[in-house]
């Protein structure tokens, strides 16, 4: 129990520090310019890498491989993985896909009447790089980091590895309605699938890399059906969605023997952690949602400069307690 509260505490401790710097950088970078908006996201992901390494570092000697950061060792077998587990993962969210397309044209169309005047020829490939560059920065950057490097990696490692994957995947899955209410109950149901590849790639491969990549691609693939339906051809639209998933088979043959790691590692992920960690782990991540949804509401009842107030004194006092626990632990 003392090692689950010093990495609870810790983990609670670092996500109010963490909402002052989001806090702090909104105020020199606007949502709402497209160029100021990358540069949050992505200044966020270096703020959440820079925080917990220097935690982790000083309390455990981690490195940043430690942290998923390994792309000097073997980035084009990591990227390979995380290719090959997006179109497994793809092929499991088809009946999603096809319930939301037209959802997905809508918004699709929307991003399209930015670019009136553009060619279809140049739209597309336009289209999938804008979406590459956003998935990446606004999403997988930043939440990679954060759920998988920091989140699911330190409850692994000093728990065990069913309550580092619950209490990662449960709140990411679950918050994306507080960030996203208009989501329905089907698309929080494609965020907690999703979240649930990319925690067992990571653990499968080590590497963030891996996840980012398979977090990347699933914001791209289904703006081509969409574009499809979004012009009024309906049937070819979802003919597409099935084309793309009998290519995606196909990829899925050929990597095999990564399918078969990532199903094998898949599975030590619950057999290394037994029944107690595995409960212990579904309810550490309901938790977390429940602290996450009540301090949404708790926030938009406070002021701008109240919110770093109170978050500063919640972040270094449960920091504080992680720490002293700690210590007391290592003086035994």
Not at 16 to 44: E, H, K, P, Q, V
Not at 82 to 93: D, E, M, N, Q, T
Not at 221 to 244: C, D, K, N, Q, R
């Amino acid at each position: 129990m003392k090692k689950t509260a010093i990495v609870f505490f810790e983990y609670l401790g670092i996500t109010f520090i963490i909402s002052i710097a989001g806090i702090l950088l909104l105020r020199f970078l606007s949502l709402d310019n497209l160029l100021t908006n990358l540069a949050y996201w992505f200044g966020r992901g270096i703020v959440i890498a820079v925080i917990v390494y220097a935690i982790r570092r000083y309390k455990d000697k981690w490195s940043l491989k430690d942290l998923g950061f390994r792309i000097h060792q073997s980035w084009g077998k990591d990227i390979w993985f995380g290719f090959i587990g997006f179109c497994a993962l793809y092929i499991v969210l088809f009946p999603l896909e096809i319930i939301h397309l037209s959802d997905y044209a809508d918004s699709f169309a929307k991003r399209v009447n930015m670019f009136p005047d553009m060619p279809t020829s140049l739209l597309i490939p336009f289209m999938t790089l804008i979406s590459l560059v956003f998935g990446f920065i606004t999403g997988a950057w930043h939440e990679e980091i954060w759920y998988r490097g920091y989140i699911q990696g330190v409850f692994s490692k000093k728990i065990a590895p069913a309550v580092g994957f619950f209490i990662s995947f449960i709140p990411f899955g679950l918050t994306h309605h507080l960030s996203h209410p208009n989501y329905s109950l089907l698309m929080i149901m494609n965020v907690l699938i999703s979240g649930a590849m990319f925690c067992f790639i990571y653990y499968a491969t080590g590497s963030l890399l891996a996840s980012m990549t398979t977090h990347t691609l699933c914001n791209v693939i289904p703006i081509y059906s969409a574009y499809i339906f979004s012009e009024g051809y309906v049937t070819m639209a979802y003919l597409t969605s099935v084309g793309i998933r009998l290519i995606m088979l196909g990829l899925c043959i050929r990597g095999r023997k990564e399918l078969k790691e990532l199903f094998d590692k898949t599975k030590q992920i619950f057999s290394k952690s037994g029944n107690i960690h595995i409960v212990q782990g579904i309810i550490l991540g309901l938790v977390v949602f429940l602290i996450a949804w009540g301090r949404n509401i708790f926030a938009d009842e406070l002021k701008f400069d109240t919110r770093i107030v109170v978050y500063g004194v919640f972040g270094i006092v449960l920091l504080g307690i992680s720490f002293f626990i700690n210590y007391k632990e290592k003086e035994q």
